[in-house]
């Protein structure tokens, strides 16, 4: 079904099943916001004004996505937080109800926090949240839908029994948050995870319950760490070992594995192990940062991320806090703060040593006017426009053959850190094999651009594939932040192309290397690359030539984001 004809009966059924009708006034703010601000975004999720950051509670409920996220609705600057709440039928256009939940009780006064929700029996989803209460203790508070048989599940009431689990024996109050979405063990106990940190380091503490609302802490967390600091944001689930689909949260299944995410040092890295469910004891592969072990969902700017099972096609869906890399002053007068990433399917490589990410099939539906290229040959220190397309608002998916790779320039055994090396090596600075890539939001005469590029080096007989996301050129302002992001990619370029996939979209540009196993968000701010004046280029800086094996760049249609407001009657105009 086209996206338009379902827009069309999401909008119809939220009309006059809800009683709920379009703001057209903010419909026309957003429409013309790209002209008024150049910096929001077209089709990546982010609330009309004010600041917003962590997904919360996103969930497939009778047919409707939900997705739940912190936001301040008074200011574009983090405080009185609230659990705002949009919803969807295809991940791409949405939306925004009235707040799901607001701080104006004892046991969250002073904010309701990020948390998960969960699906009970009988379809009863139910949302775990972190209050700050009275005292600016951290505690874990329950809320239920007011009437389940409203899909878009707009009241939600707060439990008389919160807060239902509180920092008692020994638990620091102040590092004592955001629960994770439940799962069920085979004893029909719940579990559910909550972030604290213990003598500066993180764990995730495991509660249980029959009822979902009297909780009893286990003697051990299900992990810890001597190597990080506080948990925040921690995320459980099974993924399938060789499988193409995603896995329900409490599912028992043998052939998995189990993911453990924690967000810390402005980054959310994960591990991978086995959970053995009637034990409830995790054995990991790796731990965090041992061995030079540094897992990551992305290098870049991607934090306090969520992730979900879609009932609906069985997949696990990833979202993320994009916030902004401008400073305060700035995010205020332009009076908003922060976006969400676009909705990632996550599954086990087939190594079963990482997690591969791709956006959503959904996203494509965008896709509008396309140009392309096959074979074409980059000679070394070469560049190639890519015209036709608005490049300030594409999808780019680009591969590369190489033939000269024995060519390859050796690896220094001191370059252990990625980021490092790209911010040293920056796309300017020329090598034998690489860089090569793409240049995006670049103005005409390259002043500005945005680099996102490959590098290969030679290291005892094998191959090492480098990834960069280089922003120290992405803007004649001062001001932006103009970090640049790595990461090695786990390919064998004799056997593989190169490839890249990068979302741009005005002042975010999310980009995927080597089919999902690398992923590097950047946040750009451009003061001449704006709108119809962003170029896209394809680009060789390297001494041997490469060839494009394949480039196809679509022109990205703007998403349908809107405002509703309750109606005692449904009225359309």
Avoid at 405 to 410: H, S
């Amino acid at each position: 079904m086209k996206i338009s004809v379902i827009w069309v009966i999401f909008f119809s059924l939220l009309v006059f099943d809800n009683g709920i009708q379009c703001s057209h006034g903010a419909g026309r703010k957003l429409q013309s916001a790209s002209t008024e601000q150049p910096y929001r975004t077209a089709y990546h999720f982010q609330p009309p004004k004010n600041w917003m950051n962590d997904p919360n509670g996103p969930l497939y409920y009778k047919g409707i996505y939900h997705l739940f996220y912190q936001y301040n609705p008074y200011a574009a600057v983090w405080g009185n937080i609230s659990w705002a709440h949009s919803i969807s039928y295809d991940l791409v256009n949405w939306i925004h109800l009235d707040h799901a939940l607001s701080p104006e009780d004892p046991f969250d006064i002073n904010g309701c926090w990020s948390g998960s929700t969960t699906i009970l029996s009988r379809e009863k989803p139910v949302i775990l949240y972190t209050g700050s209460d009275t005292e600016n203790r951290q505690v874990q508070n329950l809320a239920v839908p007011k009437n389940l048989s409203d899909p878009f599940l707009v009241e939600w009431v707060k439990s008389s029994h919160n807060p239902i689990m509180t920092p008692v024996d020994g638990i620091d109050p102040q590092n004592f948050r955001d629960p994770t979405t439940a799962w069920q063990g085979p004893d029909g106990l719940w579990r559910v995870l909550v972030g604290n940190r213990m003598n500066g380091h993180g764990r995730a503490l495991l509660y249980r319950s029959q009822d979902f609302v009297s909780w009893t802490r286990s003697k051990d967390p299900l992990h810890s760490s001597t190597k990080t600091d506080m948990w925040e944001c921690p995320d459980f689930y099974p993924v399938a070992i060789d499988g193409k689909y995603g896995v329900d949260t409490s599912s028992q299944e043998k052939f998995t594995k189990h993911v453990l995410k924690a967000s810390f040092n402005h980054h959310d890295y994960y591990i991978l192990g086995n959970y053995t469910p009637t034990t409830d004891n995790f054995s990991v592969d790796t731990d965090f940062m041992d061995n030079g072990s540094d897992l990551r969902y992305d290098y870049g700017q991607f934090y306090a991320s969520k992730t979900f099972f879609d009932s609906a096609k069985k997949r696990r869906i990833l979202w993320s806090w994009i916030q902004e890399s401008e400073n305060t002053t700035y995010d205020i007068k332009k009076g908003w703060s922060g976006l969400q990433s676009i909705p990632r399917s996550i599954l086990l490589s087939k190594t079963g040593k990482q997690l591969i990410q791709w956006p959503v099939e959904e996203i494509e539906e965008l896709r509008a006017k396309n140009v392309s290229y096959q074979s074409k040959q980059l000679k070394g220190g070469s560049i190639l426009e890519v015209s036709g397309i608005t490049a300030s608002q594409a999808d780019v998916e680009i591969s590369f053959d190489l033939s000269n790779i024995k060519e390859a320039e050796l690896m220094d055994p001191s370059w252990v850190d990625p980021q490092l090396i790209c911010s040293q090596k920056t796309a300017s600075f020329r090598g034998s094999v690489g860089p090569f890539g793409i240049l995006v939001l670049a103005s005409e005469d390259l002043t500005e651009q945005t680099a996102i590029f490959f590098r290969i080096f030679r290291s005892n007989g094998k191959y090492v594939v480098l990834m960069c996301s280089d922003q120290s050129r992405s803007s004649l302002r001062e001001g932006p932040n103009k970090a640049s992001y790595g990461a090695f990619i786990d390919i064998d370029p004799l056997y593989e192309k190169i490839s890249l996939r990068s979302l741009i979209d005005h002042s975010i540009v999310e980009s995927f290397g080597g089919e999902g196993r690398v992923c590097i968000t950047a946040r750009v701010y451009p003061k001449l690359a704006i709108d119809e004046q962003a170029y896209l280029f394809a680009f060789n800086n390297g001494t041997f030539d490469v060839t494009i094996s394949n480039l196809n760049a679509w022109n990205m249609k703007k998403a349908q984001i809107v405002s509703a407001t309750k109606r005692r009657k449904p009225h359309l105009n």
